[in-house]
T-cell receptor, first 114, second 112 residues
Framework: LAKTTQPISMDSYEGQEVNITCSHN???????ITWYQQFPSQGPRFIIQ???TKVTNEVASLFIPADRKSSTLSLPRVSLSDTAVYYC???????????????FGGGTRLMVKP | AAGVIQSPRHLIKEKRETATLKCYPI?????VYWYQQGPGQDPQFLIS???????DKGSIPDRFSAQQFSDYHSELNMSSLELGDSALYFC???????????FGEGSRLTVL
């Protein structure tokens, strides 16, 4: 199972771009990378998912290098409301099993300051 | 858009009592997941169901059981409650194979 490692915490200021990197050295061929955001006392919210290269949606971009051993979530121009915990999950979404696709662990606590 | 609905939102129980949490997934989502999140902790996967059959099992205590019904709603039954069971319990649903979980607002269980 691909174990993920993220920084425990990060600080930023409003209007800055924030990049959170997740390491997953033993990612498997069929594994996808999924990021969630969680606010206190709320359920995690899906942000973005990717397999390789770059994925972009209305809230974030996900950069995945060719070796796929890491990925970077990029949040453009953060605001105070982006203060949350961000989780990187890696797993085979087709199997959707109790591997790391379902395991939330060691997220990054992002604090955005005015 | 319809979201995952959980009930009750708040529940207070005494030690050794029983509690039941309910989850109504998003329509046409065939997979349901249960998570437990203690104070200051990450969400812990408990159990999941696909098409009314148990799909995967995580760190669910033997005192807990769950099932998914014919209308796809799911219930998490917790017996012999302990103080340590006090937590937020999240239900999530997804279409099989999407890898994208949609979470409900959670049920906060307090065991006194």
């Amino acid at each position: 199972l691909a174990k993920t490692t993220q920084p425990i915490s990060m600080d930023s200021y409003e209007g800055q771009e924030v990049n959170i990197t997740c390491s997953h050295n033993n990612i498997a061929t069929n594994d996808y990378i999924t990021w969630y955001q969680q606010f206190p006392s709320q359920g995690p919210r899906f942000i973005i998912q990717g397999y390789k290269t770059k994925v972009t949606n209305e809230v974030a971009s996900l950069f995945i290098p060719a070796d796929r051993k890491s990925s970077t979530l990029s949040l453009p121009r953060v605001s105070l409301s982006d203060t949350a915990v961000y989780y990187c999950l890696v797993g085979d979404k087709q199997r959707n099993n109790a591997g790391n696709m379902l395991t939330f662990g060691g997220g990054t606590r992002l604090m955005v300051k005015p | 858009a319809a979201g995952v609905i959980q009930s009750p939102r708040h529940l207070i129980k005494e030690k050794r009592e029983t509690a039941t949490l309910k989850c109504y997934p998003i329509p046409r989502h065939d997979t349901v997941y249960w998570y437990q999140q203690g104070p200051g902790q990450d969400p812990q996967f408990l159990i999941s169901f696909y098409e009314k059959m148990q799909s995967d099992k995580g760190s669910i205590p033997d005192r807990f059981s769950a099932q998914q019904f014919s209308d796809y709603h799911s219930e998490l039954n917790m017996s012999s409650l302990e103080l340590g069971d006090s937590a937020l319990y999240f239900c999530a649903s997804s279409p099989r194979g999407s890898g994208e979980l949609f979470f409900g607002e959670g049920s906060r269980l307090t065991v006194l």
